[in-house]
């Protein structure tokens, strides 16, 4: 499996058990694989966020049903569980530890991805041995309470334009309908929660994404 690899059109789905409603969320996992997407990061945040032994568990259930459809399972931040459980890779903010820590901790065979919000963050995430970076976020987003103000497509294009063979992925309120100009600027992926978690038919909702990508975007 070549999971190091983030290839145009990826559709990144990000979730923890806070953004899922009343749906179980392994449910919600299994739908989303079923519709086609191409990585997965657990993120687990908020105010009942799973801790401990419970959060490991999950993470694991999360693991097990990626490696049954062939996709990358990403932690969010907790790079000690990344290791515990040895997942296929790690997505960090600018808050959390150093990414070239981060790097040398994993090793070179893992994933490692950065939040970006500008040219000069791409360019370090370049440094420490990043393999994508999250550029957003593009549009409004409710999903995430501390979200910078939305850059539009702008900072995709400054970050290809600068950087064309850095894998960049779009995050932040992208729905089926906005994607195709995520795609047009220049986006190898978009990077969703709440459009997919809270879909009535995840897996439709997937295909939408799937279908968003026109040859030669
Ligand atoms: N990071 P939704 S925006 C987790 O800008 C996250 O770095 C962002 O959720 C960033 O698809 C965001 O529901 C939330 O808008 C994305």
């Not at 059109?9 to 953004?19: A, D, H, K, L, R």
């Not at 790079?79 to 903010?93: M, R, S």
């Not at 910078?148 to 089926?176: D, E, F, R, W």
Request: charged letters at 20%; hydrophobic letters at 40%; aromatic letters at 6%.
């Amino acid at each position: 499996m070549a999971l190091k690899f983030i290839n145009k059109p990826s559709i990144y789905f990000i979730m923890g058990t806070e953004n899922t409603g009343t749906r179980h969320p392994l449910t919600v996992l299994k739908e989303a694989l079923e519709g086609g997407i191409s990585h997965f990061q657990l993120r687990e945040k908020g105010q009942f966020a799973l801790t401990g032994d419970e959060l490991k568990q999950f993470a694991k259930d999360c693991q097990q049903l990626c490696r049954a459809y062939g996709v990358p399972f990403i932690i969010n931040d907790d790079v000690e569980l990344a290791e515990e459980i040895n997942a296929d890779g790690i997505h960090i903010g600018q808050e959390d530890e150093e990414a070239a820590a981060v790097r040398k901790r994993l090793g070179p065979d893992k994933i490692l991805g950065v939040s970006v919000h500008s040219v000069q963050e791409a360019a370090e995430a370049v440094g420490a041995g990043a393999d994508y970076v999250g550029m957003g976020p593009v549009f409004p987003t409710y999903t995430k309470s501390d979200a910078k103000k939305p850059a539009g497509l702008v900072g995709i294009l400054s970050v290809k334009s600068t950087y064309p063979n850095l894998p960049v992925i779009g995050i932040g309120g992208i729905t089926p309908e906005n994607a195709e100009n995520v795609w047009a600027a220049g986006a190898e992926g978009v990077a969703v929660i709440s459009s997919i978690a809270q879909a009535e038919d995840v897996a439709h909702q997937v295909k939408l994404f799937s279908h968003s990508y026109k040859k030669g975007a």
